[in-house]
């Protein structure tokens, strides 16, 4: 077509177009930063809706993280404060775990010395009403729950409960305060000569709770440590750094870290510690991850001590926040952690694929990772030595020295039903309000599992199961005996009496627990140089 056949109208459009062109190339020269504000100042100024801007700006950084590496996020403002109130140490509530159960509040347990404790809130309590608002029914959610309950220091929430025994709701105005969040589930001796020390993450409180368990245990004639990391996602690089100093004779490395724009750095032992000639074994799994690997990755490259159970996450990545100036922030990957022999914690990823990668952990599991140590093939290629020549593999987390599978007896479908229906957890807390006045004698773990041992507790749960239509399965039943009566006395013993208590339950029978004993009998704690 030629210009001259061209109708004014169209001639205009066709100049509109060319303009949007020329602006085209002239941003096009531009660094990709300033591509993206001008982006979004063109969709500011000329897009033809009006739009949120902040709403977009919120829903566009996400994405831009998402095509880097696995741990790199955006948190809201709305989100950042609670964020990093678990690694803190404490947060503003009214001291009580609870649970949800027919479209109730139940408090589970009451944290000691907290504001619940001090007006008289009691385990087995239903919250009805929170601040004269009925708060029962389809609308109770968890993150409701929490929502109403927690707020800042110095408020208060009226409360309106219902007690077992009581015809008339009792009313409670509870002023909010800090609630410790501890880091340390369990520390107890076993068999009166090895100190277990269980560890949820790597807090702000998380070094010198672990240095009161340690005295803890040298008052009672500790002659060696396990400390239990399963479970374990990590926290701050720092206090595990200082938890392993405790371990450590002067001058050994921790741990290092080097990124494209960070320069190497290492963290070596200060000769400080107070447990350097100590026993040691150190618990892994599957979800033991970053500040667990370095602490795992330290006493294994120094031969410090022995580590059991399975390969850990491979969470190898160091994070900086950075903060935005309404509250927002990124965690930004800036560095890579290292073992002291130079293995890379971190497991493989493609940046931009982060399904792939949220999947690993299943792979594992389909691949029978957690059941035999025959499936996982090491990468010869990625060999190191560790102090006294012992060979180990990088590759992604840590592998531990001796390996313990997932224990799978007394999986049947008998057992896949009720759990997926939720009953192994529903039947021990009715249980327990039912028969809580009885059960409050029993002030510790052994009393209180003498005494479950004689209720029949599995065959009440099956009733209580086929009630809910779970068909009874004589057979598949006492295949899943002894793995449905330890979910069902655990969760009692929790629910009545807390969570040191059920720790120390569950390790009766735990196989990684038992072969860490065994090392430690046996006199063994600290490998020694292959031939």
Not at 9 to 37: N, P, V
Not at 266 to 274: I, R, V
Not at 454 to 483: C, M, P, W, Y
Request: charged fraction near 20%; aromatic fraction near 8%; charge should be negative.
């Amino acid at each position: 077509m030629r210009l001259k056949n061209i109708k004014p109208a169209s001639l205009a459009l066709m100049l509109l177009a060319l303009g949007s062109f020329s602006s085209c190339i002239h941003y096009s020269g531009q660094s990709g930063s300033d591509k993206l504000s001008s982006l979004l100042y063109v969709i500011g100024h000329q897009y033809v809706d009006t739009v949120d801007m902040d709403e977009l700006v919120e829903k566009t950084i996400p994405k831009v993280l998402s095509e880097l590496d696995p741990h790199s996020v955006y948190i809201p403002a709305k989100d950042a404060e609670e964020s990093n109130q678990e690694l803190r140490g404490s947060f503003s509530g009214i001291g009580i775990q609870f649970m949800i159960q027919s479209d109730t509040i139940y408090v589970s347990n009451i944290i000691p010395g907290g504001p619940a404790e001090k007006v008289g809130l009691m385990a087995g309590d239903r919250i009805v009403t929170i601040d004269d608002s009925l708060y029962v029914g389809k609308v109770v959610s968890n993150d409701g729950a929490m929502k109403r309950l927690k707020g800042p220091k110095g408020s208060e929430v009226r409360l309106g409960v219902k007690r077992y025994g009581e015809p008339e709701l009792q009313h409670f105005t509870i002023v909010r305060g800090n609630i410790p969040v501890k880091s340390v589930d369990a520390t107890y001796m076993i068999d009166g000569r090895w100190c277990y020390i269980k560890i949820n993450k790597f807090g702000e409180t998380t070094y010198p709770e672990m240095l009161i368990a340690l005295a803890q245990g040298m008052q009672q004639g500790m002659q060696g440590c396990i400390i239990d990391l399963r479970g374990n996602t990590g926290g701050y690089m720092g206090a595990a750094i200082q938890m392993v100093n405790e371990f450590l004779p002067k001058g050994e490395m921790i741990v290092y870290t080097e990124g494209e724009h960070t320069p190497r750095y290492e963290e070596h032992a200060n000769g400080s510690g107070s447990c350097q000639g100590l026993p040691l074994v150190v618990l892994t799994d599957e979800t033991s991850a970053s500040a667990s690997e370095i602490f795992a990755g330290a006493i294994q490259d120094n031969d410090r001590g022995t580590i059991i159970g399975r390969r850990t996450f491979g969470k190898g990545l160091v994070q900086q926040p950075i903060e935005f100036a309404d509250g927002s922030a990124i965690r930004l990957t800036i560095a890579r952690y290292y073992t002291p022999s130079g293995r890379c914690i971190q497991k493989p990823y493609t940046n931009g694929h982060n399904d792939e990668y949220e999947l690993d952990l299943l792979n594992r599991y389909e691949h029978g990772e957690f059941f035999t140590q025959d499936s996982i093939k090491q990468d010869e290629s990625l060999a190191y030595v560790t102090k006294n020549g012992r060979t180990v593999y990088g590759g992604g987390g840590i592998m531990p020295d001796i390996f313990i599978p997932q224990d799978t007896t007394g999986y049947t479908s008998y057992y896949a039903a009720v759990a997926k229906a939720g009953l192994l957890t529903r039947f021990p807390f009715e249980y327990t309000d039912r028969n809580r006045p009885q059960l409050v004698q029993y002030t510790t773990m052994d009393e209180l599992l003498h005494h479950l041992e004689g209720q029949d507790i599995v065959e009440q749960f099956v009733q209580h199961a086929t009630s809910k239509g779970i068909k009874r399965r004589n057979n598949l039943i006492r295949q899943s005996h002894t793995l449905i009566e330890d979910i069902l006395y655990g969760n009692i013993i929790y629910n009545m009496l807390g969570m040191e208590e059920y720790v120390k339950y569950l390790n009766l029978s735990d196989p990684t627990v038992l072969k860490a004993v065994e090392v430690l009998d046996r006199g063994e704690s600290r490998p020694q140089q292959r031939p």
